[in-house]
């Protein structure tokens, strides 16, 4: 089959690999309908992460070719969308709604790879979620953004406890950022504020929701965020970014009080104990729990009430990878779907 690997930091190509198969009981494999790249993925492709020919991609949806002897809850020829973390969903971590932190989690960003025509998801059982049917083809990628984006945005607006009567601001318009702006108004948000400098990235968050549009950032951005709230700041901050200065945006920008949800991978970020201490607020988050939130979310994508498949906004075939690896670096595109 093919699929992405990264040789070394900026080297993508696609390649045969070895098709997967069945080695654990609980294993199934699924043929991948349409696969994509992350913003995530781009740490490696930068040198932040360490990459040896890595099979690369963790966002998928397809369908299932084959099952071990011990999978009970999706037969072959299901449709499937799954978590970018794999989990049993049984364990004591699971069943508190934490399926990132399963017992027995596995990534499936650099060792299951799924840019690819074939992936093998462990404990599939716990992991993949069938849609009610065979999905209509315009469907496909916005069940595709609920294998990652979708719920990590969405994880983000429920960690910073969005909903009626709240303002919720959004630091970062990438893919996560703009998901979290169509979740806090699907939670019932009085008032979704998008930080954004991108034009067509504001138009996209107004799209989803977005009442008000703040440019500034950093220091500037925090007052901003002040004046639009009568001083207090926003009761809900969702963080997308993970970078020092988007992190301390986000505190700064979250009123006494209130909650910020991070998301955003956050490498090399540093908080002073003193700045927190201070800011007397709420903080929460981490890797998706998305399995929890699959369900639902592929309901409303079913039911075509959200349409989460806007934020791809660059098609390419899996041998174009690297174009597409590419463009997402230099920001000229927002989240890359790649066709098989």
């Not at 930091?9 to 997967?20: C, F, H, I, K, L």
Request: charged fraction near 25%; glycine fraction near 12%; aromatic fraction near 6%.
């Amino acid at each position: 089959m093919r699929g992405v690997i990264m040789r070394t930091a900026g080297d993508v190509r696609t390649e045969e690999r070895d098709d997967p198969k069945i080695i654990e009981s609980t294993d199934a494999i699924i043929r991948l309908t349409a696969t994509c790249i992350c913003g995530s993925d781009l740490w490696p492709y930068r040198g932040i992460e360490p990459v040896d020919h890595t099979a690369m991609g963790h966002e998928y949806a397809g369908v299932v070719e084959e099952v071990g002897d011990d999978v009970r809850n999706v037969k072959v020829g299901d449709f499937v969308v799954g978590s970018f973390v794999i989990s049993d969903n049984t364990c004591e971590i699971c069943r508190a709604g934490y399926q990132s932190g399963c017992v027995h989690r596995e990534f499936v960003a650099q060792t299951v790879g799924t840019q690819a025509e074939k992936a093998r998801i462990p404990h599939a059982d716990g992991t993949l979620v069938p849609t009610p049917g065979q999905p209509d083809p315009e469907l496909i990628p916005s069940l595709l953004a609920a294998s990652d984006v979708l719920g990590t945005g969405w994880f983000g607006a429920v960690a910073a406890e969005a909903g009626p009567g709240k303002t919720v601001a959004v630091v970062g318009d990438g893919a996560v950022g703009l998901m979290a702006v169509l979740a806090a108004e699907q939670l019932g948000a009085e008032r979704i504020i998008a930080m954004s400098r991108h034009p067509e990235r504001q138009k996209l968050a107004r799209f989803y929701g977005a009442t008000d549009i703040v440019e500034e950032r950093g220091d500037a951005g925090v007052a901003k965020i002040k004046e639009l709230t009568g001083g207090l700041g926003a009761h809900s901050v969702v963080e997308a970014v993970g970078t020092q200065e988007s992190t301390m945006q986000a505190i700064g920008a979250t009123r006494p009080g209130g909650h910020m949800g991070f998301v955003g991978v956050n490498y090399d970020v540093t908080i002073q104990g003193i700045d927190l201490f201070f800011a007397g607020i709420h903080v929460h988050g981490g890797p998706a729990p998305v399995r929890r939130f699959l369900p639902d979310l592929i309901q409303l994508i079913w039911d075509r009430k959200i349409d989460p498949g806007k934020v791809f906004d660059l098609t390419l075939p899996l041998d174009q990878a690297a174009e597409g690896y590419k463009a997402m670096d230099e920001r000229r595109a927002t989240k890359v779907l790649l066709t098989l």
